[in-house]
């Protein structure tokens, strides 16, 4: 996939986004099952922190909602969390700096929540990216636990996924954990159906963007034109991307999680080297 195409699969994304932020917040307020294991590493690395807080960053957070969850399941863990994502109106829908708890408006006392805009595939995109790295998070301490839920499927090209992942590896401190989810909705009958159906939708309009192998278009509830650009994740995909971090992550674990079917989304978990 060239990088026009690229940016296109991503513009028509950030649309999307900033077109149904409420609604969509509205559908992600309950913390994931996989987020059982995040905690336990959290709360595993916060006991290395003596008495430093807890640096979690979170890439593409949306509504930070994980901001919240850390705070009810961790309440005697300090926090410094630093939420990214390109749509501010997402995370304005729901910010933990705004209305953090269980709807009682005080900001959760063990969590100091940050917030950034930014929009990380054009950063990685751009001709004067250097090295693949995070640079426009540069006011971002390395992390002990970074995290990206519910966004890989959203990146288009096996070259920017990986691209992706590194920038989230060079932000975490060295023996720190990096989590990301990867989205497994061809493996869901319903899931399917709806993108197979977007998708020849769109190819017989002539609207469908150029799409590479497993990439599909999404539907958003009972409006047919609002479409998302997703990617299905095999197994072996994961485990190029595993193998391609290799020199600076070691994985250390994988596991499924979430949906009805308790395999929606395959975790990946891997520890930087150093």
């Known amino acids: 996939m060239d990088t026009d195409d690229a940016r296109a699969l991503i513009a028509l994304n950030n649309r999307f986004y900033r077109d149904h932020a409420a609604s969509f917040s509205a559908t992600r307020t309950a913390p994931w099952q996989g987020w059982a294991?995040?905690?336990?590493?959290?709360?595993?690395?916060?006991?290395?922190?003596?008495?430093?807080?807890?640096?979690?960053?979170?890439?593409?957070?949306?509504?930070?909602?994980?901001?919240?969850?850390?705070?009810?399941?961790?309440?005697?863990?300090?926090?410094?969390?630093?939420?990214?994502?390109?749509?501010?109106?997402?995370?304005?829908?729901?910010?933990?700096?705004?209305?953090?708890?269980?709807?009682d408006g005080r900001a959760p006392e063990n969590v100091r929540a940050h917030f950034r805009e930014v929009d990380i595939l054009e950063a990685l995109l751009s001709p004067t990216a250097a090295g693949n790295n995070l640079e426009p998070l540069?006011?971002?301490?390395?992390?002990?636990?970074?995290?990206?839920?519910?966004?890989?499927?959203?990146?288009?090209?096996?070259?920017?996924?990986?691209?992706?992942?590194?920038?989230?590896?060079?932000s975490t401190a060295p023996g720190g954990t990096v989590v990301?989810?990867?989205?497994?909705?061809?493996?869901?009958?319903?899931?399917?159906a709806k993108a197979r159906a977007a998708t020849e939708r769109a190819r017989a309009t002539g609207t469908a963007p150029a799409l590479d192998?497993?990439?599909?278009?999404?539907?958003?509830?009972?409006?047919?034109?609002?479409?998302?650009?997703?990617?299905?994740?095999?197994?072996?995909?994961?485990?190029?991307?595993?193998?391609?971090?290799?020199?600076?992550?070691?994985?250390?674990?994988?596991?499924?999680?979430?949906g009805k079917s308790g395999a929606l989304n395959r975790y990946l978990v891997l520890t930087r080297s150093g």
């Open 37 to 103: 294991r995040v905690v336990e590493l959290a709360a595993s690395a916060s006991d290395t922190k003596a008495d430093a807080p807890l640096r979690v960053l979170d890439l593409a957070c949306g509504n930070m909602r994980l901001a919240r969850h850390l705070a009810r399941t961790l309440p005697r863990t300090r926090i410094n969390y630093y939420g990214v994502d390109r749509c501010a109106e997402l995370a304005s829908a729901d910010c933990p700096s705004a209305r953090p708890g269980d709807g």
């Open 138 to 170: 540069g006011g971002i301490p390395a992390c002990d636990l970074s995290c990206c839920f519910g966004f890989m499927h959203h990146v288009p090209s096996r070259d920017l996924r990986l691209a992706v992942i590194r920038a989230l590896i060079a």
């Open 180 to 192: 990301l989810s990867f989205w497994r909705f061809m493996d869901d009958e319903r899931l399917a």
């Open 213 to 258: 192998g497993n990439d599909y278009l999404l539907g958003w509830q009972d409006d047919a034109s609002a479409l998302r650009y997703c990617h299905h994740f095999t197994e072996d995909e994961i485990s190029a991307l595993a193998r391609d971090v290799a020199n600076c992550a070691q994985e250390i674990e994988r596991f499924f999680a979430d």
